[in-house]
């Protein structure tokens, strides 16, 4: 199965190589497959620096009833999948060179943490800098903040 026309926009929004897209491709078809066909609605990327080079760490994909973050995906098959409660117990945003939260620089980074599920079950972790510090904060508004609201 083919990877969704947003998810392929996404990943070359946020600068990534083109085999890094192919490895993001081939993850989400995997996945579908081991979760019986589970289609995605949104997807973030984890990316970082690292001894000054940028990196991408993880990816989280989301629907309706289940998050699934897969740790590590350029070298390393390592799925976790959740159901997503809907029940946001923590949040919290850092950032840094970020105040205009429509237009990120190439400064501009943002850490979300977001810990849910009954009995504070399963906690997420979103790291992006530069244009991805939007589409963090954009999933994080969809799945975290909505939910922490009601």
Do not use: H
Not at 11 to 22: L, N, P
Not at 118 to 127: D, K, Q, R, V, W
Not at 140 to 147: D, E, L, T, V
Request: charged share 25%; proline share 1%; net charge negative.
């Amino acid at each position: 199965m083919a990877m969704k026309e947003s998810f392929k926009n996404y990943c070359a929004a946020i600068g990534m190589s083109e085999v890094a897209q192919e490895r993001v491709e081939r993850v989400i078809t995997e996945l579908t497959s081991l979760y019986d066909n589970m289609q995605f609605d949104d997807i973030f990327i984890n990316d970082m620096f690292r001894n000054g080079e940028r990196t991408f760490a993880s990816i989280w994909l989301f629907n309706e009833k289940y998050i699934v973050e897969c740790k590590e995906f350029m070298t390393d098959d390592d799925y976790d999948l959740a159901i997503f409660y809907k029940t946001v117990q923590y949040f919290n945003i850092r950032k840094k060179d970020y105040s205009d939260l429509e237009n990120p620089t190439e400064k501009s980074n943002i850490t979300i943490d977001a810990t849910f599920g009954y009995n504070a079950g399963l906690t997420c972790s979103f790291m992006a800098n530069g244009k991805n510090c939007k589409y963090a904060l954009n999933v994080a508004k969809k799945y975290f903040i909505s939910n922490l609201l009601k």
